[in-house]
């Protein structure tokens, strides 16, 4: 799924300072230490929000990419296939990957980017120049919130991948920045353009649903073979996160369409989290089964319960579920779970029961919906590459909203609330399962209306 980056080695540098001290500290992550068990102060703001600002017009998308390693090089050639968008410029510390990376667009016919590969601070660079409008990160978590920074400060709208930022801290320094600066700072959340997500979505909307109640998400892959693998993550980073935190560390897949079901920061917001895990116990059995004795993964404890659970009440009442678990043998899913007032939806497989075309207690066949799809799965999906197509409709809409001068669909207060349960989910289960409250990455202004990802099709 969405974030398998490529990057340097943080499990030697940064990944493990950060995850080793946090674990130390007890606290999970940074900037946790203070203001939990009651409400949290609303920040002063660094500029006027963000809600609705529309992107200047764009004849063309000017892309740069920072990470071309598993996830940015599988986007690279869905970024060539959206039309009016152009990649000028790449990055990674593996001057191999980025030879591949401008090889494969000088392939399709276009110019030859920019290569950057002098570093793990040539990033920088990159952001300087004045031939790029957005700036795209496909790198290992602790790089997200760094690299946002950085292309908004050198003013680059920014597009991250899954989390935006991994503490609290992180999160209220995208949404300040992206305040000060005008720039967007998009959690480039690609499960919230799936094609049952979407029409869900629109069902919702048009009220099929009656009054939403529940919903559930999660990120249930097993990760195994690919987090012991010695080349798939640059360095084995993916792996050493579970050496220092206990939590949601992958939320956002689950939440972000779930999110969207609610209004959440359009009507209704986050209140407070609850999360619980449960034994570390599948990556040791593992290791235990697969790897040979003196490998360095031996000297490694694994600290990231197996399954993570959480509970969030919103607002209105409202209750989501999310789970995470990459470290168990398990078909995948992502719950997408929506419970009204008329009847409930539950995915994997896809099945639906509203009333009253529903009845007997006989789920229905969510293909008999298919008239409610979303505009852009009627008339641009599912389009090249993979995920279902869902990655593709993410970069055409988004490309689409840069060309045309719209507001994104999801927006830096989005991007904070939804990567907000890694931090949150690692306090909680710290403190024996306790409710965390939410920041208000709005400062109060989550019932105000503006677009989201029920997007209407431009005139």
Known sequence: MAGDESRSNPFSRRTLLRTSAAAGAGLGVAGLST????????????????????????ETVRVGIIGVGNRGASMLPLFLAVPGVAITAVCDVSADAVNRAARAVTDAGHPEPAKYSAGEDDFENLLRRDD???????????WHTPMALSAMRNGKH???????????????????????????????????????????LRMVHDGLFGQVLFGA????????????????????????????????LYPTHGLGPVAAYMDINRGDRLVRITSMSTPAAGLAQYREQHMPAGDPTWNERYVKGDATISLIQTEAGRVVQLAHDVSNPRPYSRLNQLQGTNGVFEDYPARIYLEPTHSNDEWGDFAEFADYDHWLWKEVGPGPGGHGGMDYIMLYRLAQTMRLGLPPDIDVYDSATWSAPFALSVESVRRNSAPVDFPDFTRGRWQTPHPGVDSPKPA
């Open 35 to 58: 203001g939990y068990g009651a409400a949290q102060p609303v920040r002063p703001a660094k500029g006027e929000s963000m809600m609705g600002v529309a992107f200047e017009a764009h």
């Open 132 to 142: 790029v409008d957005f700036a795209y990160v496909a790198t290992p978590w602790e």
């Open 158 to 200: 920014v597009g991250v991948e899954c989390p935006a930022g991994t503490t609290v801290d992180e999160l209220w320094e995208l949404v300040d920045t992206s305040e000060k600066t005008r720039r967007h700072c998009i959690q480039l959340e690609n499960c919230s353009y799936s094609q049952n997500e979407m029409r869900v």
């Open 217 to 248: 998400g999660a990120y249930l892959h097993d990760l195994r073979e690919l987090l012991f693998s010695k080349t798939y993550y640059a360095g084995q980073w993916r792996r050493a996160w579970h050496t220092g935190l206990n939590g949601d």
